[in-house]
C-alpha cells in the first residue's frame, strides 16, 4: 500500500526555519518526481517545490526560490523540505505527493499528482 507521510510542521515566528519531511511506504522513491504543494486559507493549492529522485534535480515557484531547499534521501525513503527566512504568507497546510511515472521536473504539478499525504501545518507568525 502506498502511502506518504508528513511530519515537521510548527508555529514559527518570521525569519524562523522549519524542516519538513515526507516519509514514503509501500514503493521505492527510486526514480520519481516527488513533490511539495501547499493550501492557504481561502486559496487555492500551488505547488511548492518538486525533486527527481534520480538525478536530483529540482524546480521552486518564485515566492520560495532562496529560501527553500529540497532534498531527498533514497535509502531512508524519505523528501525534505528545509524552509528558511520563513514569512507570514507561507502559512499554510503542506502536502508532499508522487507524481505520474515518467514525469520531468519541469512538468511537475498537483493536476499530475498520483498520491498525496495528508498534510502538515505550517502556521507562520509572532
Known amino acids: 500500500q502506498v502511502q506518504l507521510v508528513e511530519s515537521g510542521g510548527d508555529l514559527v515566528q518570521p525569519g524562523g526555519s522549519l524542516r519538513l519531511s515526507c516519509a514514503a511506504s509501500?514503493?521505492?522513491?527510486?526514480?520519481?518526481?516527488i513533490g511539495w504543494f501547499r493550501r492557504a486559507p481561502g486559496k487555492e493549492r500551488e505547488g511548492v517545490s518538486c525533486i527527481h529522485t534520480g538525478d536530483g534535480s529540482t524546480n521552486y515557484v518564485d515566492s520560495v526560490k532562496g529560501r527553500f531547499t529540497i532534498s531527498r534521501d533514497n535509502a531512508r525513503n524519505t523528501v525534505y523540505l528545509q524552509m528558511d527566512s520563513l514569512k507570514p504568507e507561507d502559512t499554510a497546510v503542506y502536502y508532499c505527493?508522487?507524481?505520474?511515472?515518467?514525469?520531468?521536473?519541469?512538468?511537475?504539478?498537483?493536476?499530475?499528482?498520483?498520491?498525496w499525504g495528508q498534510g502538515t501545518q505550517v502556521t507562520v507568525s509572532s
Open positions: 509501500g514503493f521505492r522513491l527510486g526514480y520519481l518526481t
Open positions: 505527493a508522487v507524481v505520474a511515472v515518467g514525469t520531468p521536473v519541469r512538468d511537475c504539478a498537483a493536476a499530475r499528482a498520483e498520491y
